[in-house]
């Protein structure tokens, strides 16, 4: 009997390392809830949150034979080694650093107990290994990453089209999913539920539905928050609920366009913050560019708290951290608004919104978020210059110039004309009597005024 560890490849289509697993005998899959993991690595409560629902569907694939762990995965794993008498411990790699550090460790005790371990790359398109300069050195910038290191490399694996016949064994003494205690007592993630379609079946559905409607104007549409133009896998990638290889392979079926190609080199980019993470351990804590560390920050818990409730006084960015609040999730373009936002108008530490990210996002992952963050606060690698700073104000009017995407997360603007949208605060008095929506009463006043040398 062989074991599949399931991890972050909560699926069945394209799974290398359970279609090795499932060859010629009978397997045993689980599923470990690590609680031995550093503090500052623990899932936030949203990611808890879509795991639940996540591994509950995986379950129902498996004809709930998913058996479910919590504690330390070494002994876990040994102890169902030994149980089972499990000949062969598969499963699909894992790349943070800490990950990495604790696969290593497990690897070694499962051969010290003369049990065979075989793994497998199942959410990269390229490991980090294989993208490097000529001279064996990682990338620092993301174009020559891309076009002369991924694309000029082995192509991506093309996926396993296979119905893979599993011959589940279930651990009776396995816990409930419940016990896990992914789900938090109050039930606030309730307003989440009708975003998302959770689950391999749902990540499939998301993406047809994208090839057949966002893709053939991705590479305009997708800076518009209120169009319909971007993909939102990045949950479903993170979990492993759909194979990024699937993915690859499916757009490349597709007739060659700005577009395809535009949707590609995001897939790229997601490599791109993998391999920086790889090689640069501590990137969600330590400032790539050391010269930050001395960056003099005024963190302010008044404008930092006005920042998460979408309580800033400017439009997009309120919308965003309201979107995020109530869906898990944020346009991108308004990522990189609310994300300067923080950094260079409020002049707050960038690590303080990775961490509210972190806890808030249903695609928080720790390369992405580590990488995004360090790019837009200027510190990170081939990141944008400090002194470029999103104006929310113009930003709004380019992207969102109806205010539609706005009054969708902010109703008490719904009143406000085209003309002052992106800044309501210039409305007279008598206006904003009017139409009843008061200017630091209604809707706040602007924390900071935007002043900078150079917009975006």
């Given at each position: 009997m062989n074991l599949h560890w399931f991890k972050n490849d909560l699926r069945l289509d394209d799974n290398i390392s359970l279609f090795e697993a499932s060859k010629n005998s009978k397997i045993i899959t689980i599923y470990i809830f690590d609680t031995v993991v550093t503090k500052h690595f623990q899932m936030g409560e949203v990611s808890k949150w879509w795991l639940h629902q996540s591994l509950k569907k995986l379950n129902e694939s498996l004809n709930n034979n998913l058996c479910f762990y919590k504690g330390d995965p070494n002994k876990i794993i040994l102890d169902v080694v030994k149980k089972f008498k499990i000949k062969t411990v598969y499963w699909n790699r894992s790349y943070e650093p800490w990950q990495i550090k604790r696969d290593i460790h497990i690897k070694?005790?499962?051969?010290?107990?003369?049990?065979?371990?075989?793994?497998?790359?199942?959410?990269?398109?390229w490991e980090p290994e294989l993208i490097k300069k000529d001279d064996s050195t990682p990338y620092k910038v993301f174009t020559p990453f891309y076009r002369k290191?991924?694309?000029?490399?082995?192509?991506?694996?093309?996926?396993?089209?296979?119905?893979?016949?599993?011959?589940?064994?279930?651990?009776?003494?396995?816990?409930?999913?419940?016990?896990?205690?992914?789900?938090?007592?109050?039930?606030?993630?309730?307003?989440?539920?009708?975003?998302?379609?959770?689950?391999?079946?749902?990540?499939k559905k998301s993406f047809k539905n994208f090839i057949n409607?966002?893709?053939?104007?991705?590479?305009?549409?997708?800076?518009?928050?209120?169009?319909?133009?971007?993909?939102?896998?990045?949950?479903?990638?993170?979990?492993?609920?759909?194979?990024?290889?699937?993915?690859?392979?499916?757009?490349e079926k597709q007739k060659p366009t700005n577009n395809t190609?535009?949707?590609?080199?995001?897939?790229?980019?997601?490599?791109?913050?993998?391999?920086?993470?790889?090689?640069?351990?501590?990137?969600?804590?330590?400032?790539?560019?050391?010269?930050?560390?001395?960056?003099?920050?005024?963190?302010?818990?008044?404008?930092?708290?006005?920042?998460?409730k979408g309580l800033t006084g400017y439009p997009i960015v309120d919308a965003g951290m309201r979107e995020l609040w109530q869906t898990g999730y944020i346009h991108n373009r308004v990522r990189m608004i609310v994300g300067s936002f923080l950094v260079k108008n409020l002049l707050i530490d960038w690590r303080y919104g990775e961490r509210w990210?972190?806890?808030?996002?249903?695609?928080?992952?720790?390369?992405?978020?580590?990488?995004?963050?360090?790019?837009?606060?200027?510190?990170?690698?081939?990141?944008?210059?400090?002194?470029?700073?999103?104006?929310?104000?113009?930003?709004?009017?380019?992207?969102?110039?109806?205010?539609?995407?706005?009054?969708?997360?902010?109703?008490?603007?719904?009143?406000?004309?085209?003309?002052?949208?992106?800044?309501?605060?210039?409305?007279?008095?008598?206006?904003?009597?009017?139409?009843?929506?008061?200017?630091?009463?209604?809707?706040p006043k602007p924390i900071v005024v935007h002043e900078a040398a150079r917009v975006a």
């Amino acid at each position: 009997m062989n074991l599949h560890w399931f991890k972050n490849d909560l699926r069945l289509d394209d799974n290398i390392s359970l279609f090795e697993a499932s060859k010629n005998s009978k397997i045993i899959t689980i599923y470990i809830f690590d609680t031995v993991v550093t503090k500052h690595f623990q899932m936030g409560e949203v990611s808890k949150w879509w795991l639940h629902q996540s591994l509950k569907k995986l379950n129902e694939s498996l004809n709930n034979n998913l058996c479910f762990y919590k504690g330390d995965p070494n002994k876990i794993i040994l102890d169902v080694v030994k149980k089972f008498k499990i000949k062969t411990v598969y499963w699909n790699r894992s790349y943070e650093p800490w990950q990495i550090k604790r696969d290593i460790h497990i690897k070694k005790n499962l051969i010290n107990n003369n049990i065979e371990v075989k793994s497998f790359n199942s959410s990269l398109l390229w490991e980090p290994e294989l993208i490097k300069k000529d001279d064996s050195t990682p990338y620092k910038v993301f174009t020559p990453f891309y076009r002369k290191g991924c694309l000029n490399a082995t192509p991506p694996k093309k996926p396993i089209n296979s119905h893979i016949n599993l011959h589940t064994f279930k651990d009776k003494n396995s816990e409930s999913l419940n016990s896990l205690n992914l789900l938090p007592k109050f039930k606030w993630y309730k307003k989440l539920e009708t975003h998302w379609d959770i689950g391999e079946k749902g990540a499939k559905k998301s993406f047809k539905n994208f090839i057949n409607n966002g893709l053939s104007n991705y590479k305009k549409g997708r800076n518009f928050p209120s169009e319909k133009n971007v993909s939102r896998l990045s949950p479903h990638i993170h979990f492993g609920e759909i194979s990024i290889n699937r993915i690859w392979s499916e757009i490349e079926k597709q007739k060659p366009t700005n577009n395809t190609d535009h949707f590609k080199s995001e897939l790229g980019w997601r490599e791109f913050s993998y391999n920086l993470l790889y090689f640069n351990k501590d990137l969600s804590r330590k400032n790539y560019q050391e010269k930050f560390d001395f960056f003099p920050w005024e963190y302010d818990e008044k404008k930092f708290s006005a920042w998460k409730k979408g309580l800033t006084g400017y439009p997009i960015v309120d919308a965003g951290m309201r979107e995020l609040w109530q869906t898990g999730y944020i346009h991108n373009r308004v990522r990189m608004i609310v994300g300067s936002f923080l950094v260079k108008n409020l002049l707050i530490d960038w690590r303080y919104g990775e961490r509210w990210f972190w806890n808030c996002l249903v695609d928080a992952d720790l390369a992405n978020n580590s990488a995004s963050w360090q790019w837009v606060a200027g510190s990170g690698a081939d990141a944008a210059p400090y002194f470029r700073i999103f104006n929310p104000i113009l930003q709004g009017e380019k992207f969102d110039k109806e205010g539609k995407y706005v009054k969708k997360w902010i109703p008490e603007l719904i009143k406000v004309p085209q003309k002052f949208i992106h800044k309501p605060w210039e409305m007279d008095i008598k206006y904003q009597k009017m139409i009843k929506t008061i200017i630091g009463k209604d809707y706040p006043k602007p924390i900071v005024v935007h002043e900078a040398a150079r917009v975006a």
